[in-house]
Structures are given as C-alpha cells and as structure tokens.
C-alpha cells in the first residue's frame, strides 16, 4: 500500500495526478481532491458534492501552498529584529536556551502550546515532547478555548466525550434539530445539507442572540440575551416536564438524577425565563412541543452554549433536556456538539491537554501512567502531573512563577485568546519564546525563535472529525525547500536535548501506530485503526479496539495483533459510559453573565465567526478572495444602539470595555437585539475582538468566557483617557 501512495505522490508532484484529501480547515473535514499542476496552480474540487461540497474557504484553500507570505526558512531574533538563519544555528539556539532554563529554574519553567489543528500524530507526539524531553507539566492548547465546556460535560452526563455519538449522515433523518449556540450556515455551510429534513419539516430551532445566516432558516429562532441560554433550556425542560412530554420510561431505565435536576428546574417557568432570557414563554412550549413530537429529534450545542464562565454547566442543561426528552443513546436521536477546529476532536484525546494522556486518558490515574509511561519506555514516577490549563498558562508567562520559555505550534494565541493585550505582554517577558508556523502569524511575530513548517498538502497525517471518525489526509506536494514538517521539528529538538532518536520518530505512519498502542485499553481507543485500513477507505468511529484479548501489557512500537473491529459508530446504545451503564442528570442553575453590563459599560458583546474566514485568520487573511469579501473588523450593531453613540453605518467605532478597546466599522443590522453588539474575531492589532473578552473561567473545564463581556460604544476618536 506504501508503494501506491508513493506513486501517486510522484503523480501528484508531477501534475499528472490527482490525490483524495481533506479540506484544511474545520472540524466537517469535507473531502476533496487535489490536482497539482505547479505549487502555484492546485486544483481543489469536492469528493462528494452530494454532501454539500465545500465552502469558500475549502475551495480558496490552495492559495496558501503558493503564497509569497509562506515561511520557507528559520528567523532568528537579532538586535530586535528578526533575521534569516539555518535550522542547525535555529534549533541549536532552542535546545541551548531551554537547557539553560531548565538547570536554573526546572523543567516547568518551559511550557508547550499546541492546537486543535495539528493532526492526531502531532497532537500525540507534542504531548509526549513535553512530558518526556522536556519533563514539563505546562502543556496545554487552544483547543480549551473551543470545545471543552461540551466535552467536561458530556463526561459528566454520559462518562464519555465524543462530538457527535453518532454519524453525521444520522442527522439527515431528522424531523426536528435544536441547534444552541451554531451558526454552521457561516462556519461549516455544507453541514446544512444534513439538516435538510429538519428545515423542511419546519423542525429546525436555533438559540441565538443574533439573526445569523442560519436563525434566518430556521422555524423558530429562540433570541436569549447573552449569558442567559442556560435559564432558557431549564425554561424549555420546564415547558417539556409541565406539558407531559417526560419520556418516563427512558428517564426510569437509562439515567439516574433526575429528581435533583427537576428541583432546580421546576423553578423556571416559562414565563419567569421569558423575564430573564427576552425568549416568549410559549416560544419555549412550542421549542418543547416540536423537540418531543418529532419521530427524530437532535439537540445539538457548540461555541454559543460552551464559552461562557458557566459552559460546563449550560451545555449540561441542554443534555438535561435531551435525557428528559429520552434522546442519547438511542438511533435515530440525541445529543451532540460541533466540534469547531480541523481536529478539534483528535486534538483533545492524545495528550497534548494539561490534565490528559493518549487515548483520552487522565493524567491523574496510576493505572494510565503506568500504561503510557510503558509505551514510552520511562518510569510512571518521570510523567509530570497535571499542569495550567491554556489561559493560566499564558497568564502565567514570565511571572516569577511561570514558565520562562514557551514553544508554539499550530496557535496564535496573540489573536485568540482572551484579554490579548495581556497575553501579548506576557509573552513580551519570556526568555524565549519559539512558534512553528507556516506564515509570520502575529505569535510568530512575536517570537525570538520562527520555525517553517509544511502545511497539510505537504504531509500526510491523520485527523478526527466531529462524527469520531479517523481520516486520513494525504500529501499532494512536495515541501518546498527550506520547511520541516511539525514532527521532525520535535525529533531533531528531541535529540538536542538528549532524547535517543528512535524515541521521536519523525515518520507520521510510525508515530500513528505507537499512538495506536498508547491509546489502547483508553476511552478514545484507536489500537484497531492502521493508516491501510483508512487507505482502504474503511470508515472507522472510535472506539477502534483490537479485540478483547488485547486488553492488558502492551509492547512499545508497532501493535502486532491484527486488527479487525469494525469501528463505533454510535455510542451509548445499549448503555452509558459510566460504571452503572446510565446517564446522569446534573442539577444546574442560571447565574448569568460574569460581567454583565452597568450604567459605565451598557451593552452584550459577543464574539463569534464570519463564514470566510478561520480562527485567528493567519491562514484566511493572507487568501485574497477572503479578504476581498471581509478585509476588516466591523461591529453589527442596531440602527437605533448606533445612533445613540452617534454613529452611522460605515462609521469608524470604538468598541470599549474594561481591558481595550476594539476599532471597527459599524455595520447596522435591524435585526440585532438593542442591548447587544457583534465583534467577529478573526482579526488582529487595533482590531482584535479579544482586547474586549473576558477570561473568567468555567471552574471545570477552564473555558474562558469568550462570548460575552459588558462594553460601549462610541465613535472612534473618543479618548479612553480622558
Ligand atoms: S465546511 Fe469546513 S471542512 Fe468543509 S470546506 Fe468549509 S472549512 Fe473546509
């Protein structure tokens, strides 16, 4: 098989073929296929445009790989500036400066950061980088930021995090679908394909403050205020309990709880939400009616329900409504999150998180050191134990007890993460600070060390998407000359500092199959899944294990069982994850916003994605059809909230709140609640949405609460201090 993909990479390189791969980008992961005819000429079209195809940044997604903006050589900071080197002066200067802070201040005065991008094997190898070469417990990535609220509450409900329990294509079967929190018309258009059924059933409700692209297709749009969505799903379990929609024998058989829920929730009647939320009591009867009548219905969450200081716990009323309703765990039903980046899902389960190992296990537990200390060949007592989760990381930099020196791969966390203008100083006090990228992303810009990686049509590797299932996305180009792929970045500093070679291999297929064996016997188990079974086409949702009797010693390097099991497609259908096989029901209340607004700071801003552009935008900026469409920050504003400031459409805004203050043009949009302004944040410098975010702190999953801070508004040229 190895042969074959040899060939048609030859093919690919020389233009004559075509390679199968993934879109770069979000967690759908669409397939497409690559023609290369040149670096500069990539033809993208989609493998199933029955699917719902691509969106626009899948089909620009080729215009990076021939980019005059692509890295292709180590910078090196000099006198303040950064300047060319080679990677023998680059990586010597790393590998010096982290011994040197280590022999004065320990291993966990260097910190790691990594991404919900980078594919499972980097994911893997960057987890085990940190805790074996480093010896460091400080590893974390931004994926915090995105999707942990959803998966520390589905450990909690259900014993087991996976996006979606189920397979995409289920949803397609569906007469109703509530989706809290999801704008996919902007961020994933070609997952409206699946919700076809749903729209024409007049089935499709949607949470959200805004009017969004997808609200508009919606039957009924439920518009809380910000910070309220949680009062909302008690008001609609509320709704459901009081009309006689408890599915009591479900609730009685698969969960336990529901009693201590119900307290809470039979005190948030209808039409008290309607007096938090500014939802319509009979809004959130009808919401209840449509969920609970339809033959197939889905509650979906995703960023809207997650970043808030109360994640962990709103998410977990929108599953108390689902396990009410009697929809986990059952075919043709449930619950489910949409798992934002490229490998949101994979990225979460192979240790490069602060608390976890491979295989989604807890770094916690004697029994998973052991394990993957084994697979790596060290002592359990060697393994750090849990270190700072990814904002307190960066809080901590350069503070007499943090880390001195933070190494950055697939991030950029200066436009990212919230209260950037602190972040943005914390890095300014680290003794070093090195970022792997692909373009000079606002990080990098940042760093004294700048490494050129290859991006994903030059290398293979695998990726989760967020049904669960393992893909394989290919190599189509040759590098160009100058770059390093991710992996041997992390082998050549392994070996720097000490590591034998063999213990970082820098082949994906190598690493994949001792992550294969780390992950075995884990919650997110991958020991039956090998790179020819996906080259096969073989479609295979984890759990993926190698059978019963593999279960016990593993032996370091490549798994020998043959693997067969056919993958899991849907969780939860005879039983839970937890010990006792049920669900559970988690009592949780509405606190409200962390900063709501007052007389100095009057209005909701919420941040969120606008349907050209990725994450911090590194990539989609530098791509000129994206740009064209949204070259700038701008904030959507009521007509009647813009006046008031005194501003027109177009005006130059300052969007002002307790850490900065954002610079953008003003949309009005008639439909926006009065109370509330929109900041997308994609952007960087003046115009980063995060100067204005808040970072107070889900208390379990450290999910910072991105979607909303108290601000106001005011023409551009007003002076913040005076
Ligand atoms: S929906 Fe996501 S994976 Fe599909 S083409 Fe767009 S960005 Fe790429």
Not at 617 to 623: D, L, S, W
Request: glycine letters at 10%; hydrophobic letters at 40%; one cysteine or more.
């Amino acid at each position: 098989m190895r042969a074959a993909t040899s060939t048609r990479q030859a093919d690919a390189d020389s233009g004559v073929g075509a390679v199968d791969t993934h879109c770069p980008y979000c967690a759908l992961q669409c397939g497409m296929t690559l023609s290369p005819a040149g670096r500069a000429s990539v033809r993208v079209r989609p493998r199933d445009p029955s699917a719902g195809g691509l969106c626009q940044k899948g089909w620009t997604s080729a215009a990076l790989l021939g980019s005059p903006a692509r890295l292709t050589t180590p910078l090196v900071r000099d006198g303040g500036t950064l300047r060319p080197a080679n990677w023998d002066e680059a990586l010597g200067l790393v590998a010096r400066k982290i011994k040197e802070i280590v022999a004065e201040r320990g291993p966990d005065a260097v910190a790691v950061f990594g991404g919900g991008g980078l594919t499972n094997e980097k994911a893997y190898l960057l987890g085990k980088f940190a805790r074996v070469a480093l010896g460091t417990s400080q590893v974390d990535y931004n994926g915090r930021f995105c999707m942990s609220s959803a998966a520390a509450a589905a450990h909690r409900a259900f014993g087991l995090d996976r996006g979606l329990p189920f397979p995409l294509a289920d949803l397609d079967g569906a007469d109703a679908v509530l989706l809290a929190g999801a704008n996919p018309a902007e961020t994933m258009p070609p997952f409206l394909s699946h919700l076809r059924r749903a729209m024409d059933a007049g089935g499709l409700i949607v949470v959200d403050p805004r009017r969004t692209p997808t609200a508009e297709r919606a039957a009924l749009h439920l518009a809380p205020a910000p910070g309220t969505d949680l009062a909302l799903a008690l008001g609609i379990l509320h709704a459901a309990v009081a009309d006689g929609r408890l599915d009591h024998g479900y609730v009685g058989d698969r969960t336990t709880g529901f009693d201590e829920a119900w307290r809470v929730a039979a005190a948030w009647w209808p039409e008290r939400v309607e007096r938090v939320t500014g939802v319509a009591a009979a809004d959130q009867r009808r919401a209840a009616a449509i969920l609970a009548e339809a033959a197939s219905a889905y509650v979906l969450t995703a960023r809207g329900a997650e970043q808030h200081a109360t994640g962990v716990d709103t998410v977990g009323a929108w599953i108390n409504l689902a396990l009410a309703l009697g929809l986990p765990g059952r075919r043709g039903s449930g619950w489910g999150c949409l798992t934002g980046q490229g490998n949101g899902q994979g990225g979460r389960e192979h240790g490069q998180k602060a608390d976890q190992l491979p295989g989604y296990r807890r770094i916690d537990d004697p029994a998973a050191r052991a394990h993957v200390a084994r697979v790596w060949g060290i002592e359990p007592s060697a393994l750090p134990g849990p270190g700072r989760s990814a904002f307190e990381l960066l809080d901590a930099l350069g503070t007499a007890d943090g880390p001195s020196a933070l190494l950055v791969f697939g991030s950029n966390p200066v436009v990212s993460a919230p209260h950037s203008s602190r972040v943005g100083d914390r890095l300014a006090a680290l003794d070093l600070l090195v970022v792997a990228d692909i373009v000079l992303s606002e990080t990098a810009g940042a760093a004294d060390v700048v490494l050129p990686i290859t991006q994903w049509a030059e290398e293979d590797g695998t990726l989760t998407n967020l049904e669960g299932r393992v893909l394989l996305r290919r190599r189509a180009l040759t590098p160009p000359p100058g770059v390093r792929t991710d992996l041997e970045v992390l082998h050549d500093l392994a070996v720097r500092l000490g590591q034998p070679s063999e213990r970082f291999p820098a082949d994906p297929e190598t690493v994949f199959t001792e992550l294969r064996a780390a992950s075995e016997g884990g919650p997110a188990d991958y020991s039956g899944v090998t790179w020819d079974r996906l080259r096969a086409g073989e479609r295979l949702h984890w759990p993926v294990p190698v059978g019963p009797a593999s279960i016990g010693p593993v032996p370091v390097g490549p798994v020998p069982r043959q693997p067969g099991h056919p993958g899991t497609p849907r969780l939860f259908l005879d039983r839970f994850a937890h010990p006792d096989g049920r669900a559970r029901f988690v009592a949780v209340d509405h606190k409200g916003p962390a900063e709501p607004p007052d007389e100095e700071f009057p209005l909701y801003a919420i941040t969120g994605r606008v349907l050209q552009h990725y994450q911090s935008g590194a990539q989609t900026r530098r791509v000129e059809e994206l740009r064209a469409v949204v070259p700038e920050v701008y904030v959507e504003v009521h007509p009647d909230t813009a006046r008031r400031a005194g501003l027109d459409d177009g005006a130059a805004a300052a969007v002002v709140g307790r850490r900065g203050r954002v610079l953008a043009k003003v949309r009005c949009v008639p439909s926006m609640r009065p109370d509330v302004v929109f900041l997308p944040f994609h952007f960087p410098g003046a115009q980063r949405a995060n100067l204005v975010t808040n970072p107070a702190l889900d208390p379990v999953s450290r999910m910072p609460e991105f979607k909303v801070c108290a601000v106001r508004l005011s023409p551009a040229a007003e002076r913040e201090d005076g």
